[in-house]
């Protein structure tokens, strides 16, 4: 029979679980409290949360998710995990810049769009652009037509401007 606190832990793990947009499994083994208290507050930044649970825990936790049998590798040792609440690509690619200076922690797994991927899959979401960056290259991409098309327009009034200054200049010779 599980005991109360445990019952309590895996709901509020369940909970997180459900409303993430992508989670990212790590090893923080030889992390000091300082890096990994610097590290939660910039993912809470980016609109997600850092926590510690038991392995057991999240498995159960992560049964809903596809691939979760794939994910009982990542969940050996000291595990962290890495929630995203909002924008499921910039937690991501904060893990990835953070531990460009904390070396020991290290990607073991993740789910991305209720998906298990891998390590190496995790690396290459990281690489994706943010989502106002996507946003606005659309946009910019949107508004390209429109502004050669004003410009071109502008352009045969110019013409015009021209070819009739020029007669105007030959009749007054």
């Known amino acids: 029979m599980p005991n109360n606190k445990n ?3 895996l709901k509020s793990i369940q ?3 459900a409303k993430s947009k992508s989670i990212l499994l790590s090893d923080f083994k030889g992390v000091s409290a300082k890096d ?3 590290f939660r507050e910039e993912i809470r930044a980016k609109g997600g949360e850092v926590f510690v ?3 057991t825990l999240l498995k159960i936790a992560l049964k809903g998710m596809e691939g979760n049998e794939k994910a009982s590798d990542s969940l050996a040792g000291q ?4 929630v995203s609440y909002e924008d499921p690509i910039s937690t991501i690619k904060s893990f990835f810049d953070f531990t460009k200076k904390v070396e ?3 990607a073991k797994g993740g ?3 209720n998906k298990f991927v891998d390590e190496r899959s995790l690396v290459e979401i990281s690489k994706l652009p943010s989502k106002e960056e996507l946003i606005g290259r659309l946009i910019g991409s949107m508004n390209s037509p429109v502004y ?10 110019s013409k015009i401007v021209y070819v009739l200054n020029s007669v105007a200049n030959q009749k007054n010779k």
């Open 53 to 55: 649970s038991k392995n």
């Open 104 to 106: 020991n922690l290290k």
């Open 111 to 113: 789910f991305f769009e």
């Open 148 to 157: 050669k098309f004003v410009n071109t327009l502008n352009q045969s009034k």
């Open 36 to 38: 990994l208290t610097t």
């Open 79 to 82: 595990t962290v995990a890495v």
């Open 15 to 17: 909970d997180k679980v």
């Open 7 to 9: 019952v309590e832990l």
